[in-house]
T-cell receptor, first 114, second 114 residues
């Protein structure tokens, strides 16, 4: 089944403890992105990647890191999480951005930082 | 700067009626794509429909159609014959080919009343 797999689905952590949210797609998509969703703000792009070893900042990159060493994987790293990073996170991939193929989203990761 | 505006935070519609969800966008680009996504209470993001800026005909996908008015910079989603399962949050989003960014609106929560 074609899908984007995020793990974990739920995570509660403490301020300052490094964490990684994994994202993997099995569709051979070039484009991958991370978004965070907050009430009243919609989804905001954190980072995106057009291909292996090519990443760039989105609208809200502060406090996050990403890497794209393999085409299928695009992990999101929070080196020192803070409570304002409590949010619902989505990974998404696309064969060709901005076409009627659309983006395929993962199921989301609900992160709480206390 | 690219911006998507959804002015209806919430809507209530009687089952079987048609519903229009508003979306306006702001961009100086000539080439862009417009998406609508559905987010049910379970949280996943479901791709509904896509319209390219150069597409002359309005996009349709089953009960969904996109009323694209380029001069007015609007891309309203029309759902015909609404069903209880249409109750969800709906997001309009714009893709820019230049910077590969997908920009989302703040969403409209649609509730279908039996």
């Amino acid at each position: 089944e074609a899908q984007v797999t995020q793990n974990p689905r739920y995570l509660i952590t403490v301020t300052g403890k490094k964490l990684t949210v994994t994202c993997s797609q099995n569709m051979n998509h070039e484009y991958m992105s991370w978004y965070r969703q907050d009430p009243g703000l919609g989804l905001r792009q954190i980072y995106y990647s057009m291909n292996v070893e090519v990443t760039d900042k989105g609208d809200v990159p502060e406090g996050y890191k990403v890497s794209r060493k393999e085409k299928r994987n695009f992990p999101l790293i929070l080196e020192s999480p803070s409570p304002n990073q409590t949010s619902l996170y989505f990974c998404a991939s696309s064969l060709a951005g901005g076409t009627n193929y659309g983006y395929t989203f993962g199921s989301g990761t609900r992160l709480t930082v206390v | 700067a690219q911006k998507i505006t959804q002015t209806q935070p919430g809507m209530f519609v009687q089952e079987k009626e048609a519903v229009t969800l508003d979306c306006t966008y702001d961009t100086s680009d000539q080439s862009y794509g417009l998406f609508w996504y559905k987010q049910p209470s379970s949280g996943e993001m479901i791709f509904l429909i896509y319209q390219g800026s150069y597409d002359e005909q309005n996009a349709t996908e089953g009960r969904y159609s996109l009323n694209f008015q380029k001069a007015r910079k609007s891309a309203n989603l029309v759902i015909s014959a609404s069903q209880l399962g249409d109750s969800a949050m709906y997001f309009c989003a714009m893709f820019h080919f230049g910077n590969e960014k997908l920009t989302f609106g703040t969403g409209t929560r649609l509730t279908i009343i039996p």
